[in-house]
């Protein structure tokens, strides 16, 4: 006859492993954000850059995000050679469906939005990662960071 366990020593045994995976949740989970920041300030730096990139081969002049979206800089024939993007960049912060998606706004206190990942703000000139507060390197829950 085969050795079996009790049935409490199995639900001791099941107690012990989910509080064993509890503890080691979190740690799983700061990583996890920390890789989301980490990807957001990198991903921002390199926008901003190519933004600027834009602005000194066209005179100064901004993207038109409001009438094209990335399009201007997911164009080939924008720059000589080829485009200033390759893909629409993706905030992994934004909890919203579409992580690409832009919206101009026209309110210099505007920094994020809950419709949409990245927010150019026309008065400032700038773009912006909704759902990732700056000062702290971070992403929120708060959208209009």
């Known amino acids: ?3 079996r366990f009790p ?9 012990m492993l989910a509080a064993v995976a509890a503890w080691f949740a979190p740690a799983s989970s700061d990583a996890e954000q920390d890789q989301i920041d980490g990807v957001v300030t990198a991903r921002l730096a390199s926008v901003r850059a190519r933004i600027d990139r834009y602005r000194h081969d066209h005179g100064g002049r901004a993207p038109d995000f409001e009438a094209d979206g990335w399009g201007t800089l997911l164009d ?3 720059l ?5 993007l390759d893909v629409a960049p993706v905030n992994p912060a934004f909890s919203g469906v579409d992580k690409t998606s ?3 706004v026209h309110d210099a206190a505007a920094r994020g939005s809950p419709r949409a990942a990245w927010v ?3 008065p400032k000139q700038a773009i912006y990662a909704s759902a990732f507060d700056e000062t702290e390197n971070r992403a929120t829950r708060r959208l209009t960071d």
């Not at 049935?7 to 107690?15: F, I, Y």
């Open 76 to 78: 080939p024939t924008t």
């Open 102 to 104: 832009i919206i101009v």
């Open 1 to 3: 006859m085969p050795f």
């Open 120 to 122: 150019w703000n026309v």
């Open 80 to 84: 000589l050679g080829g485009r200033y």
């Open 7 to 15: 049935r409490t020593d199995m639900v001791v045994a099941g107690v």
